[in-house]
């Protein structure tokens, strides 16, 4: 029983939404590849590039940018990951899925403190903001992309 246990019931969660996010990092990588020149992969496997050399040395930075927004978006929907939680297990075998935003529900709709809970949803927010600004932030600093407006 892997939601009952409070070991492995966060985890168990991970693998409940797995089928739901792993689809926009796919296409977004599959359609980066499809649209990268041909002469650039047959220059490499010209230079005796393995299948490992090439992922580092030719895939991956040019995969930057997507990675770059796949992580701000990762940051941003772990923080709101609540209502998963909130399905599965409604907190969990001795809250061991009690996550940020299923704490506030909890404190908001059974405790009825909505002061408490509206302080946990402007904190949250503020944590989202500032992980958020870090990542942008650190996009913007990379030469490549300071040619690209947005994300």
């Known amino acids: 029983n892997w939601v009952g246990d409070p070991s492995f019931a966060l985890w168990s969660l ?7 996010i792993a689809g926009l990092p796919f296409l977004i990588f599959y359609s980066t590849l499809r649209n990268v020149p ?3 992969f047959e220059a490499a496997a010209l ?28 940051v941003i929907s772990t923080l709101q990951y609540g209502f998963m939680a909130y399905i ?10 009690m996550v940020p935003v299923l704490r506030m529900i909890n ?8 002061g408490y809970a509206a302080t946990l949803s402007t904190t949250l927010f503020v944590v989202t903001l500032v992980l958020s600004a870090v990542v942008v932030f650190a996009r913007r600093s990379d030469p490549a ?4 407006r947005g994300l």
């Open 47 to 74: 230079d005796g590039v393995g299948r490992v050399r090439r992922f580092v040395a030719v895939d991956l930075p040019l995969m930057a940018r997507q990675v770059r927004l796949l992580f701000f978006l990762a």
């Open 145 to 148: 992309a300071t040619n690209v």
């Open 107 to 114: 404190v908001a709709f059974q405790g009825q403190d909505w």
């Open 14 to 20: 991970l693998f409940v939404g797995f089928p739901f």
């Open 88 to 97: 599965v297990t409604s907190g969990g075998p001795d809250n061991a899925t």
């Open 38 to 40: 041909r002469e650039i």
